[in-house]
């Protein structure tokens, strides 16, 4: 089992930059996917990116080259960096982890509001 903490969440103006932070409560070395999903009311959950504990990388098209997700194993930690922000990008960001042996876990969710 792993509990997810999400932080960084917040408003930003369009072009802005955030940095999104999932603390998990233990090691995530053995954890075979870390990601971010986002969802807006009315829609369905969607991929934003996710990372493997060998380190490759996947994003959504709507993200490529403005968003990168990396991992810090001796933090227990993943990130998501957003740069050039829109307003489409607004939604309440989740962290997920899952493994083999892991069922697919979530975090709580964290906010992020591009307006001006």
């Known amino acids: 089992q792993v509990q997810l903490v999400e932080s960084g969440g917040g408003l930003v103006q369009p072009g802005g930059s955030l940095r999104l932070s999932c603390a998990a409560s233990?090691?995530?070395?053995?954890?075979?996917?870390m990601g971010w999903y986002r969802q807006t009311p009315g829609k369905q959950r969607e991929l934003v990116a996710t990372?493997?504990?060998?380190?490759?990388?996947n994003y959504a098209d709507s993200v490529k080259g403005r968003f990168t997700i990396s991992r810090d194993n001796a933090k227990n930690t993943v990130y998501l960096q957003m740069n050039s922000l829109k307003p489409e990008d607004t939604a309440v960001y989740y962290c997920?982890?899952?493994?083999?042996?892991?069922?697919?876990?979530w975090g709580q969710g964290t906010q992020v509001t591009v307006s001006s």
């Open positions: 990372i493997t504990n060998g380190g490759n990388t």
């Open positions: 997920n982890a899952r493994s083999p042996s892991l069922a697919s876990t």
């Open positions: 233990r090691s995530i070395f053995s954890i075979s996917y």
